[in-house]
């Protein structure tokens, strides 16, 4: 993590880790380093490399600054203190990401009418002729018929799209239940529900309960041009957001409890990416976290989920993964879409050190120049770095699309689906190690929530190459249908 308070320092790619250890071949060892010969900078960094295994039964000297070292007649390579990010050059356009979510929306409306499709937020999904999108009832094998009919809207306004209606309408809260919020939210891939009220609304046209059963929500509601008293509800899933202590303003070491919702996830032992918690049963991270070159990666029994981590050298016991999902289009080359879903083999134990993060609202977009926060844990660089054993982090600035966009910078490459935070004076940014690791921004309710997962840089720290984030916001849709398609079978409140 990049942080010129703590003279952390990033300053050249290392040469691709493939091209120095083989994927079945032991890391580096975590303390100490070798010093190898670099690459040109133009070679993308791939970052899957894993930590060594720690042992938890004894507490070891922390690394905590940097070294550079610069052999002779070669480009500088470095040794840092924070994640795993992609270190990167690729090529790329917004356009044919704009390109393939206008398709994905003529199918979703094709879907309505019955086809085997691809459906938006869901990959390819077998339908049959009959299936009718949001009407309450699983029409399509995957479910992607009523994966994406409910969303949140400012202040948490439930909001739902039923067969009859065609749009999102917010719900009546005359005859709204606790009942009828554990439904909802179980049917979103959460444990039950933890509040609702009710707004006053200006709306039109609203969304009342009826006496009909459905296997979801948007079965139960009708049309209605009026709602008894003019109040909607509003629905927490889950009670998000909240870390343990207040954060240390420009500190680097992050203290227990701070980001209670940051996961470490071992890959065969050995910490490998960030993640971040969304609900008792999920995780969520970057696609790139899971190559597709090498099948073990792939294998969930291959992972595990650390959560309630300060120090790599102390970890509790760990969560086992059930299920990878990554987002169908994703694409290694270019790094959009890059998200992924990990379901857990059983439910996450909440306390005051672990708690889920707040997804955003469909509407919610983070202003330019906001400061939000980015945390995790180091991993080895090829050759010339220490992983961090200690969770850091880092304040980072959101920085508008169209300037990250302009040519001295990264010159069109990001897409609708990433962000951009840092510094372009440098020196503030993730780093090797950081994958799949929250950004994070504190809302006017006291609330964190996730603004992005981190995925791809150039180099770290660098002047005009700010790190560049999965945009949650773009990709709400498709994290709502995986949680909702892979809701626990047997959810208890």
């Given at each position: 993590m990049?942080?010129t308070q703590?003279n952390?320092?990033?300053?050249?790619?290392p040469?691709?880790?493939y091209?120095v250890?083989?994927?079945?071949?032991?890391?580096?060892p975590?303390?100490g380093s070798?010093?190898?010969?670099?690459?040109p900078?133009?070679?993308?960094?791939?970052?899957?490399?894993?930590?060594?295994?720690?042992?938890?039964?004894?507490?070891?000297?922390?690394?905590?600054?940097t070294?550079r070292?610069?052999?002779?007649?070669?480009?500088?390579?470095r040794?840092?203190?924070?994640?795993?990010k992609?270190?990167c050059?690729?090529?790329?356009?917004?356009?044919?990401a704009?390109?393939?979510?206008?398709?994905?929306?003529?199918?979703?409306?094709g879907?309505?009418?019955g086809?085997?499709?691809?459906?938006?937020?869901?990959?390819v999904d077998?339908?049959p002729?009959?299936?009718?999108?949001?009407?309450?009832?699983?029409?399509?094998k995957?479910?992607?018929?009523?994966?994406?009919?409910v969303?949140?809207?400012?202040q948490?306004?439930?909001?739902?799209?039923?067969?009859?209606?065609?749009?999102?309408?917010?719900?009546c809260?005359?005859?709204?239940?606790?009942?009828?919020?554990?439904?909802?939210?179980?049917q979103?891939?959460?444990?039950?529900s933890?509040?609702y009220?009710s707004l006053?609304?200006?709306?039109q046209?609203?969304?009342?309960?009826?006496s009909?059963?459905?296997?979801?929500?948007?079965g139960?509601?009708?049309?209605?041009s009026?709602?008894?008293?003019q109040?909607t509800?509003?629905?927490?899933?889950?009670n998000c957001?909240h870390p343990l202590?207040?954060r240390?303003?420009?500190?680097?070491?992050?203290g227990l409890?701070?980001?209670?919702?940051?996961?470490?996830?071992?890959?065969?032992g050995?910490h490998?990416c960030g993640?971040?918690?969304?609900?008792q049963?999920?995780?969520?991270?970057?696609?790139?976290?899971f190559?597709?070159?090498?099948s073990?990666?792939q294998?969930?029994?291959n992972?595990?989920v650390?959560?309630?981590?300060?120090s790599?050298?102390?970890?509790?016991?760990?969560?086992?993964?059930a299920?990878?999902m990554?987002h169908?289009q994703?694409n290694?080359q270019?790094?959009d879409?890059?998200?992924?879903?990990?379901?857990?083999?059983?439910?996450?134990s909440?306390?005051s050190?672990?708690q889920p993060?707040c997804?955003?609202?469909f509407?919610?977009?983070?202003p330019?120049?906001?400061q939000?926060w980015?945390?995790?844990?180091?991993?080895?660089t090829?050759?010339?770095?220490?992983?961090?054993?200690?969770?850091?982090?880092?304040?980072?600035?959101?920085?508008?699309?169209?300037?990250c966009n302009?040519?001295?910078i990264?010159?069109?490459?990001?897409?609708?689906n990433?962000?951009?935070?840092?510094?372009l004076n440098?020196g503030?940014?993730?780093?090797?190690?950081?994958?799949?690791?929250p950004?994070v921004?504190?809302?006017?309710?006291?609330?964190?929530?996730?603004?992005?997962?981190?995925?791809w840089?150039?180099?770290?720290?660098r002047?005009?190459n700010?790190?560049?984030?999965?945009n949650i916001?773009?990709?709400?849709?498709?994290?709502h249908?995986?949680?909702e398609q892979?809701?626990?079978?047997?959810?208890?409140?």
């Amino acid at each position: 993590m990049e942080n010129t308070q703590a003279n952390i320092q990033c300053d050249e790619n290392p040469p691709s880790y493939y091209s120095v250890v083989k994927p079945n071949e032991p890391p580096p060892p975590y303390v100490g380093s070798q010093l190898l010969t670099s690459a040109p900078p133009t070679i993308p960094y791939y970052i899957n490399h894993p930590l060594p295994q720690i042992p938890t039964s004894q507490t070891l000297p922390v690394i905590a600054t940097t070294h550079r070292v610069e052999p002779a007649d070669a480009p500088q390579t470095r040794l840092v203190v924070t994640r795993n990010k992609r270190a990167c050059c690729y090529r790329g356009s917004g356009g044919s990401a704009l390109l393939l979510v206008l398709i994905g929306i003529a199918i979703w409306l094709g879907l309505k009418y019955g086809a085997s499709l691809v459906f938006m937020g869901s990959g390819v999904d077998s339908c049959p002729s009959s299936a009718v999108v949001c009407d309450g009832h699983t029409d399509c094998k995957r479910g992607s018929d009523e994966s994406i009919c409910v969303r949140f809207g400012s202040q948490n306004e439930l909001q739902v799209m039923t067969s009859n209606s065609g749009n999102f309408l917010p719900v009546c809260s005359v005859g709204w239940s606790k009942s009828l919020a554990d439904q909802t939210c179980q049917q979103l891939g959460f444990r039950g529900s933890y509040q609702y009220s009710s707004l006053p609304s200006t709306s039109q046209s609203f969304l009342s309960v009826g006496s009909q059963t459905a296997d979801y929500i948007q079965g139960r509601l009708k049309v209605s041009s009026s709602c008894p008293g003019q109040t909607t509800t509003s629905l927490q899933c889950s009670n998000c957001g909240h870390p343990l202590s207040s954060r240390i303003i420009g500190g680097n070491v992050a203290g227990l409890g701070q980001w209670p919702w940051q996961a470490s996830l071992h890959f065969m032992g050995s910490h490998t990416c960030g993640g971040s918690l969304v609900g008792q049963d999920f995780i969520l991270t970057a696609a790139h976290c899971f190559p597709k070159d090498s099948s073990s990666w792939q294998l969930p029994k291959n992972w595990q989920v650390y959560l309630g981590v300060e120090s790599q050298y102390m970890l509790p016991q760990p969560y086992s993964v059930a299920q990878i999902m990554l987002h169908e289009q994703y694409n290694s080359q270019t790094n959009d879409f890059d998200i992924a879903l990990l379901k857990l083999s059983q439910p996450v134990s909440l306390s005051s050190t672990v708690q889920p993060v707040c997804l955003p609202t469909f509407d919610k977009t983070v202003p330019t120049d906001t400061q939000c926060w980015t945390s995790g844990f180091g991993t080895m660089t090829e050759g010339a770095g220490f992983g961090s054993s200690k969770l850091m982090e880092v304040a980072v600035d959101i920085i508008d699309s169209s300037v990250c966009n302009r040519a001295e910078i990264y010159n069109g490459q990001i897409t609708q689906n990433m962000l951009c935070a840092g510094d372009l004076n440098g020196g503030r940014d993730s780093c090797q190690g950081d994958s799949g690791g929250p950004l994070v921004c504190q809302e006017n309710d006291g609330r964190w929530y996730l603004t992005g997962v981190t995925s791809w840089g150039v180099g770290c720290g660098r002047e005009n190459n700010p790190g560049v984030y999965s945009n949650i916001h773009s990709l709400l849709t498709w994290i709502h249908s995986k949680m909702e398609q892979e809701s626990p079978d047997h959810a208890t409140l």
